[in-house]
């Protein structure tokens, strides 16, 4: 330990916290549930708590309502302040603890959204707005593929997964799909204040848009003919190096930073050494690539008409091979035993469905999409205590809402249901004082982010506003009402408590805030303690706060709590944007 980590560790001490009370950082809508948590690691009581405004008075006293223990907190209060409605600046306080400024404000969300869109443009691969060039201009030859093994295919452009630079498909399509559905439906949430490249300067396209095309000329590039359908650009062997994205020196056989490997759909098993995936179809790429192609073809079909035929062709062909070869398309582990364990794959052909029935009315897609629905109403780690990597991706299933939107009063309350029934398998097990009911397997917030955008779908669908509480305890969760008083995005809000020392090599290298990148968030303690190659950099800020069955920490060297992730970080755009529209 150096001597700054010493003094560090010395005044923690002398500081540590025994209880703190936790609030959404980044704010409240004024009709919104409004609940702060008091986490005490000790035993204590408290009976009341008051709110108090910006000049110092007091505006609400009120019980505190005593909730079961969750991790950390050995004792846990709800202190809810739903009745304070009034725009402003407060503080909650019980006994001697007060919390960090709790904002109330109509616009709380305003641009949320669009601060996502910092980290999706640093993590663009083919020209990078960050270092002004073009990164793994090589991509990529193929490989595990009896047919066309060796063969050059140009796929540069896209982004990089995670603070590794591989990519996927599966990922990168619910990403762009996530944010066209964004845009379609709260249009009014985005600015224009970047171009088409990711640079400084309006291009009167929202960046939205920008983003999303970006993310749909890759997705073309992997699918470039109907008998060419490809899932996954690198492997990890790309975690050999420690380099920035211009500087990639990762070989893949071809030399270093040269060519990266390129794997296609084979409905076989994948992987060039020790560990296989368990592929044994196209359909969970198929439906998305599917999905993503129809949604942006009816969305450039004035914008861009050209564009959206060709989207259009590429949605109908990528549908027919997910009917022809159903199962999954898995992504291919490299050296280590990691990869993306995806097991479902009619929720991708129900959306696929879904989205051409939006585009063609042809109502063959209508009763496919509710068929594909009926097989998995509820995406299976709802109610769950754990599953593999990814194993049930995406985290939501938006085909439901998606048939929704087009189908008839009957099915539109089939759909709803099969929400509700998700809903409540996580309500189930989330009777603590965060109500929190998910599993914390590795990437938490994706869960938790899909949890409050499937609950806020659903509300919408319904009008049923039973599990609102639930809904925003998530949303919560996300800025900063968990056990370490954290916004799991980091620069969001600005001047909130957000990861300083993420797992990340470009933050590390180029000394840069990561703004807009959504983290992983807390494991199991168990988890942390099992993976390879962990351990920490720094002493542990948070140490106090990491005695229970779950972790986090803002430190370099925890890669399972503390990297961002790209497709997290777009599959919150929905919901941020939709907040930030009058209404909500
Ligand atoms: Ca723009
Ligand atoms: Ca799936």
Redesign the pocket.
Known sequence: MNFVGAFVLAQLAASSPTAAIRVNQLGYLPDAPKVAVFCSLDSVEIRDFIVTDAAGKTVLRRRADPARSFGPCVVNYRLDFSSVRKPGEYRVAAGAITSSMVRIREDAYAGAADTLLYYMREQRSGYNPLFRTVVHIHDGIVVDDSTRAGKFVPVTGGWADASDYLQYVMTSANATFVMLMAYRDHPGSFADQFDARGLAGKNDVPDILDEARHGLTWLLRMFPSDSEMYNQLGDDRDHTYWDLPPTDSADYGWGKGKERALYPCTGKPQGLFKYKNRSDGFA?TAGKYASTFALAAALYRTRDPQFAARLRQKAVAAYAIGKKFPGVCQGAPGRAPYFYE?D??V??MELGAAELYALTRDRKYLREALNYAAREPVTPWMGADTARHYQW??WHNNGHYEIWRNAGTADRKVVADYYKRGIQAVVKRADNGFRIGIPFIWCSNNLMASFATQAYLYRRMTGDNQFREYEQAALDWLFGTNPWGVSMVIGLPHDGVFAHDPHSVVAKEMHIELTGALLDGPVYSSIYKHLLGISLHDPDEYAPFNTGFIVYHDDVGDYSTNEPIMDGTANLSYLLAALAERGH
């Open positions: 969970s995806e479902n794959w929720d991708d991706y995406p």
